[in-house]
């Protein structure tokens, strides 16, 4: 899952990034309205974290043009402690949650997982396709109920197609999904993840689509 932060200061973004490194996410950031703009408009992200008060372009500004130009990644705004009408400001531009500043990292995580989850169609924060379960909340992978260990590409790539199970996910978008924007992208590097997931895995969840990319589903299920 990749994430973009913009926040101008420079202690809480490096703390943001962080923790959302630590926690699996691979994210970009932006310290000003017009890169941040930028990033969201042309980048593909699952979710974005937006400072309202921003130098060039305020934050307002920035979600209602990504909304203008039909961008619909979750956004989550951060709001200034007292500001209640940041937060009217912020839903009307199309935001999906807030918190107010300062604010507890474990509290912005879950917001985010939580904004991901409901945007892929989830209710709960563990995934489970056939005997593999992802819980979102610790990063923890298991199939039938034992810890496997991966990398932290390995879990994004696999966390990435548990919350789009059953769709095919072409390698170009999984590239995308679990590479910062620095990332020189050659999708065969895929190829190479997804062999070693089905070995660490070890039940068939993850099919080929040949030409087209790859799909998560439970054993047994149609493959169509
Ligand atoms: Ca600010």
Redesign the pocket.
Known sequence: MRILIV???PNLLRQMQEALVDAGYVVDVATDGVEGHFLGDTEPYDAAIL?L??PELDGISVLKQWRESGREMPVLILTARGQWGEKVGGFDAGADDYVTKPFHMEEVLARVRALIRRSTGHASSELSCGPVTVDTSSSRVTVDGNLIKLTAQEFRLLSYMMHHQDKVCSRTELTEHIYDQDFDLDSNTIEVFIGRLRKKLGVPIINTKRGLGYQVTAPGEAAD
């Open positions: 926040e101008d200061d400072d008060g921003l």
